[in-house]
């Protein structure tokens, strides 16, 4: 009996810490130079007192997707538009958006095209243990890993 009891508590612990991703082990320079575009400005700041944050802009000035990490999360946002004029531009950065949640999650990157029809997403959890939530207002759309 006491054998199966520290086989069940192992194995709760080791779901729990896979469940609960740290955004910290998530290499930054490997993510950024993945999405296989130039980035147009990188910004660094201060996220919360003592915690620094970066932020790199991919695409062009008006429809760009922007990759943030931050101290306890990383957000993928983007800039989406309907009318035909847009409909290249838009689709880049879409696609740019789509690439980004592609590497954080090693999934699909479906939910750029969710949020973007209307979805909301609230705390689907990953393999990885990243959890997500977004959606998109407007023609701004945003998605953000914990």
């Known amino acids: 009996m006491l054998k199966k009891t520290l ?26 130079k993945s999405i296989g575009s130039p980035v147009l400005k990188q910004s660094n700041e201060e996220d919360s007192p003592g915690c620094k944050a970066s932020g790199y802009t991919f695409g062009d000035k008006t429809f760009s997707m922007k990759l943030e990490f931050k101290c306890d999360r990383i957000n993928v946002g983007w800039v989406t538009a309907t009318e035909p004029e847009y409909e290249a531009r838009s689709k880049q950065a879409s696609a740019l958006a789509q690439r980004a949640v592609v590497l954080l999650t090693g999934e699909n990157g479906i939910e750029v095209e969710r949020v973007q029809a209307g979805g909301k997403y609230e705390g689907r959890t990953f393999s990885n243990g990243l959890s997500v939530s977004g959606s998109c207002v407007m023609n701004s759309c945003r998605l953000t890993f914990r």
């Open 7 to 32: 086989v069940a508590c192992v194995l709760f612990s080791m779901g729990m810490s896979a469940a609960m991703a740290d955004i910290r082990q998530i290499d930054e320079v490997a993510t950024v």
